[in-house]
């Protein structure tokens, strides 16, 4: 999947299988201009959050693979 991120929900701190972890919702616009919302968990989550919050006036595109392109619940 590649897309460009259009919406960046807030850093949620959860148990998810019995274990603390972190996610975030995103939704992301492939190249046909549909939206795709999308559920980052742990690092990744993390990792999106602070790269956002840190080029909020940039354009930020993600390359995902091996990924399945859905919101959690």
């Known amino acids: 999947i590649i897309g460009?991120?259009?919406s960046v929900g807030s850093l949620c701190?959860?148990?998810?299988k019995g274990n603390p972890t972190k996610k975030i919702d995103i939704i992301l616009r492939d190249t046909s201009g549909m939206h795709l919302p999308c559920t980052l968990w742990g690092d990744y989550a993390t990792q999106i959050f602070e790269y956002?919050?840190?080029h909020k006036n940039s354009k930020v595109v993600c390359?995902?693979?091996?990924?399945?392109?859905?919101?959690y619940k």
Do not use: G, P
């Open 4 to 6: 460009q991120i259009v």
């Open 13 to 16: 701190e959860l148990t998810a």
């Open 52 to 54: 956002s919050n840190k």
């Open 63 to 71: 390359v995902f693979r091996f990924v399945c392109i859905k919101e």
